[in-house]
């Protein structure tokens, strides 16, 4: 095992495309990090550099402290699964967890040992003598995984493992990885698209858009306390709700002109940010998470936000409620089902100022404390 470290990394394509800018990143020894963004975002180029299947342009790349920009993908003892799994279909599961030993010329009855230990541990033993194309995509995925840990690898790289397989699946390995991450202790980067993957299963998460890093935290933080509105909308299922807004003080609280209304927030916003009256003229979004609309009863008169119910989404005992606010913003609740919404209904939401985000200008959030 190893810690690895991005220091000013860039890749520039020949074309003079910049996938990746100025990547500063520390990845711990033995952690799962997960790396997540949309498509295009430099996720898979930053993970394809540390295995050593694309050149890094300028920068540095250290495996356990050793510089590592120039050496070789086999020299640099890394494990990576594919999306496609690679295996090769000629050869028996155990012939594809063999192969990475016998190209290492590993004694033959050390190949046979070790391959049969990450069979037991992946529960691949009653599949050893069938081909991959006899098999479930799940089994696939944990052969494909079987190949890679069998080399003991320093770390383990998995670039969208999960994408081919069926939603109960997905929820399945995403389990399996985990646990396996756990038992195994090897540092392992993980890349998806799919923030709901990312949650659940990295130690850390590092977000990316348009080849530059957003921020890297816990899930936990990441969703309490993003620090720009692209990781806040990104972070979180449904989207967090971006809704133009003018801030202004009001004897020792704030006000917020939002969506044609005012919501007087008082001091509920002071346990959250740091100054959160002084830097009342620089606020021109406030974020509202669906879950976190209340009971507009709850809330109090001068703390709703009413609205036109446009669709819902029935999910047992909750509903998505999508409606439009006064000034037309779109916005989406996660309500209780008790008190069902249909569409054209007229309601109302309650905001509590202690759940709000408040972003500038720039899509930058206000400090938090």
């Known amino acids: 095992m190893a810690d690895i470290a991005f220091r000013g990394v860039n890749k520039i394509y020949p074309n003079g495309f910049k996938a990746v800018h100025n990547l500063d990143l520390a990845i711990r020894d033995g952690e799962f990090l997960v ?126 493992p999960l994408s081919n397989l069926d939603a109960k699946l997905r929820v399945q390995m995403r389990a399996e990885i985990a646990a396996l991450q756990q038992r195994t202790g090897t540092t392992t980067v993980y890349v998806t698209h799919d ?19 957003q921020q890297v935290d816990t899930p936990q933080q990441l969703f309490e306390r993003p620090v720009n509105t692209f990781v ?61 609309a209340v009971d507009p009863h709850l809330a109090g008169e001068g703390r709703r936000l009413h609205g036109r119910v446009v669709m819902t989404e029935l999910l047992g005992r909750e509903q998505m409620v999508y409606l439009d606010l006064r000034d037309g913003t779109r916005v989406v609740a996660r309500l209780h089902a008790d008190h069902r919404a249909h569409a054209g209904d007229e309601i109302a939401i309650g905001i509590d100022p202690a759940r709000l985000y408040l972003f500038r200008a720039d899509g930058r959030a206000l400090a938090y404390k």
């Open 35 to 160: 790396m997540v963004g949309p498509s295009g975002c430099g996720k898979s180029t930053t993970l394809r550099m540390l295995a050593g299947l694309e050149d890094i342009s300028s920068g540095d790349l250290l495996i356990g402290g050793e510089r590592v920009n120039g050496l070789h993908p086999r020299a640099r003892n890394i494990a990576m699964v594919f999306q496609s799994y690679a295996l090769y279909p000629h050869k028996t599961v155990q012939g594809n967890i063999e192969f990475p030993l016998r190209m290492a010329k590993v004694p033959k009855d050390e190949v046979k040992a070790r391959a049969l230990k990450v069979a037991r541990m992946l529960e691949l033993e009653p599949l050893l003598h069938r081909k991959p194309g006899l098999l479930s995509g799940g089994q696939r995925q944990r052969v494909a995984m079987a190949r890679a840990l069998v080399r003991d690898p320093v770390a383990f790289l998995l670039d969208e």
């Open 232 to 292: 806040a909308s990104f972070i979180g299922s449904p989207s967090m709700n971006l809704i133009a807004s003018h801030v202004e003080p009001a004897g020792d609280g704030l006000v917020l002109s939002l969506a044609g209304e005012r919501i007087a927030v008082g001091h509920g916003l002071e346990a959250r940010f740091d100054n959160p009256v002084g830097s009342a003229g620089k606020v021109t979004q406030i974020g509202l998470r669906p879950e976190d």
């Open 195 to 213: 923030q709901v993957e990312a949650m659940t299963m990295g130690d850390r998460v590092a977000v990316f858009k348009e080849g530059r890093l």
